[in-house]
């Protein structure tokens, strides 16, 4: 378990830095309609973006296969959540 930490920890900040970058080159290709944007050319940052798009599938595809075991142990907790509502008679 020592060992997927860091890659657990890794894999999450690559994943936030590409979705900030997603996000700020989408920012860039709407509001910068035509030409230069902040000095890049629309084609490269538009190749930037679907290759930014890529990496995060990717990362997010891993991100899940590595934190498997959370989310299922989350969604019991979540389901047991709500039988034991259902059971105050309220």
Known sequence: MMKKLPV???VSSILIL???F???SGAMLYFGKTGLVLGFARGA???AHAWAAVILC???ALHMILNFRLYLSELKALIGRGDNKRGTGD
């Open 45 to 47: 940052i538009r190749n």
């Open 58 to 60: 990717v990362l997010a």
């Open 8 to 10: 657990r920890a890794v």
């Open 22 to 24: 997603l996000a700020a």
């Open 18 to 20: 590409a979705f900030l």
